[in-house]
């Protein structure tokens, strides 16, 4: 019987938002904070999005940069356009 080669198995991603971390930090940061029911998973959905339109930006700055790497400047010059652009 010959050999056969294994593949490894991938790991199972958590695809479900860290809803017990979210309210306990929420907590500890505003007690008096009422949340309704998802409100935990809205501000998940919110930082996920943060995070995206952070990782678009940084690299179309390293683009315009002729970089291939994304460079933590590209990143803080980011982070200044996207948090100017959301204080409304």
Not at 3 to 23: D, E, H, M
Not at 67 to 86: D, P, Q
Request: aromatic fraction near 2%; charged fraction near 30%.
């Amino acid at each position: 019987m010959a050999l056969s080669t294994t593949v490894p198995q991938k790991k199972n991603i958590k695809r479900k938002a860290p809803r017990g971390f979210l309210k306990r930090a929420m907590k500890q940061q505003k007690p008096h904070l009422r949340l309704e029911t998802n409100g935990d998973l809205l501000i998940h959905l919110n930082c996920l999005l943060f995070i995206h339109r952070l990782a678009e930006e940084s690299r179309i700055n390293a683009s315009e940069s002729k970089c291939r790497t994304i460079k933590k400047e590209h990143v803080v010059a980011a982070a200044k356009v996207i948090l100017k652009k959301s204080r409304g």
